[in-house]
């Protein structure tokens, strides 16, 4: 369970997202965009299979999933029901969006956590990535996206977010934990968005600066190899 109720969140979460994140000189949307890049880029823009977005929020990765990976059919499952309501129907129509665990299915060649382990306390962790795995098909991949503690602007972010008061950061390390006990095999892990838009010029190198620990955020990518 998260002990923030994203509930009160749902039908302003873009707005005060955008808020929050208006240092780096980008809204919400720059991020989501950046992550559904991200993974196309990973698993190839013709990609036709099944992605569950575990901890979706309102939708907002989701919906840029279906933009970026047209051929792909999109489940979402998040606890905040309110959350879950606010999923544009076209998004919701092409897939299951729920916050009943009972609804996913267990063959998602694709999932991800985006920003969400911060929020599960951390006796609950281990669980929700065991959660997560069991859902995966025989080599399905798990991408989790975190902010980087190690960053003094997304520690600045984080203390200055509304929804964030109960954050717990969690470094790669602390992530990669969790998927191996879970039996995900560790197959990458990058630093993210290192530049901010007054910098924006920098941001071509960011592919080849995935290895310093100063980005905003991190991804570790997983692949499930058991039955
Ligand atoms: C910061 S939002 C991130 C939303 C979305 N993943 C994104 O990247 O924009 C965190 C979301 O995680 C959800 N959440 C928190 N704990 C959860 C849990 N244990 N299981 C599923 N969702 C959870 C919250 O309800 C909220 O919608």
């Not at 924006?200 to 991190?218: D, T």
Request: proline share 4%; hydrophobic share 40%.
């Amino acid at each position: 369970m998260s002990s923030t109720n994203f509930d009160h969140f749902s039908s302003n979460y873009k707005e005060l997202l955008d808020r929050s994140v208006a240092l780096s000189g980008e809204g919400s949307e720059y991020f989501a965009e950046y992550k559904a890049s991200y993974i196309a880029r990973m698993v190839g823009k013709d990609f036709r299979g099944k992605i569950l977005d575990y901890g979706c929020g309102v939708g907002l990765l989701s919906g840029l999933l279906k933009k970026y990976l047209p051929g792909s059919s999109i489940h979402g499952y998040d606890v905040s029901e309110g959350s879950i309501r606010m999923i544009a129907p076209e998004l919701s129509v092409q897939g299951v969006f729920s916050s009943d665990l009972s609804r996913l299915h267990y063959d998602y060649e694709l999932a991800i956590i985006s920003n969400v382990m911060h929020h599960v306390p951390r006796n609950d962790r281990q669980q929700t990535i065991l959660q997560i795995e069991r859902r995966l098909a025989h080599r399905g991949r798990l991408v989790l996206f975190e902010h980087n503690p190690l960053n003094p602007l997304t520690q600045w972010v984080v203390k200055h977010c509304p929804f964030d008061d109960d954050a717990i950061l969690l470094r790669p390390k602390e992530a990669g934990q969790y998927f191996q006990k879970a039996k995900l095999a560790i197959a990458r892990r990058d630093y993210v968005v290192f530049f901010p838009r007054v910098l924006s010029v920098f941001r071509s190198l960011e592919p080849m600066l995935r290895w310093l620990p100063a980005g905003g955020q991190y991804a570790l990518i997983g692949e499930k190899h058991g039955e």
